[in-house]
């Protein structure tokens, strides 16, 4: 079993989500009482957010650069970036070190792939449904991405900063991604990828009228996967 390496801490709401998946992936397949060989190094997210909301993302990529070295250094055989907007520096951490970085949409596609489903709805933080880094990579894969107007946006953004990445799920917050993810079918998606690791702690199934695709399970399950490889 090789040792995957996650980059973590962005939430660690979501983190939890990893690591509890990787190991139910792995017990799963191997069975009796095998877990996962991971490594977890967990930054402060108080020391990322303000990068993020300035746009500096090149001090952004040089501190998720530096957690990727020292997953090296611990045996990580695999690197992963626990969150959906932080891929923007994807080509950073890839930089730092010579191991391999399984990206969160190249996984997501694949599963978007398999399913049939070529259009479809993204909420995400604010950078992630706006910015290219995501909606190309999704796009390379051949998979359209539709993302609610300004206003929708916008509540979509706040749910995940005030509340999903404190714990918070309230049923405001479910209300507001209820009501995106209709819209987002009544466009013609037909699933919506929750593309932040946060909102899959929010809504199920039952919240929306089009399959989810949860970005955190879909990632943690595809780097267990990798471990067990050839």
């Not at 079993?1 to 139910?24: A, C, D, F, H, P």
């Not at 993810?181 to 593309?195: D, E, N, Y």
Request: net charge negative.
């Amino acid at each position: 079993m090789k040792t995957i390496g996650l980059i973590g801490g962005m939430s660690w709401e979501s983190t939890v989500v990893y690591y509890q998946e990787i190991n139910r992936r792995i017990a799963q397949t191997l069975g009796g009482v095998h877990s996962a060989r991971i490594v977890v190094d967990s930054i402060d997210f108080a020391e990322l957010v303000p990068l993020q909301e300035r746009g500096d993302w090149d001090a952004a990529g040089q501190l998720l650069a530096g957690s990727a070295r020292r997953l090296a250094a611990a045996g990580a055989d695999i690197v992963l970036i626990g969150a959906n907007t932080m891929h923007k520096v994807a080509a950073d951490v890839e930089a730092a070190t010579t191991l391999p970085l399984l990206h969160i949409a190249d996984a997501t596609a694949a599963q978007l792939r398999a399913d049939s489903h070529t259009r479809v709805g993204l909420l995400g933080t604010r950078y992630t449904m706006e910015q290219a880094f995501y909606t190309g990579r999704l796009a390379e894969h051949g998979i359209e991405t539709l993302i609610p107007d300004p206003g929708g946006r916008d509540r979509v953004h706040r749910v995940i900063y005030d509340e999903l990445c404190k714990g918070v799920f309230s049923e405001a917050g479910r209300t507001i991604y209820r009501a995106e993810m209709a819209a987002l079918a009544t466009r013609g998606a037909s699933a919506i990828v929750l593309g932040c690791t946060e909102i899959g702690l929010l809504v199920t199934g039952d919240d929306s009228p089009v399959p989810l695709f949860d970005t955190a399970l879909i990632h943690a399950q595809a780097a267990a996967d990798w471990a067990l490889g050839d």
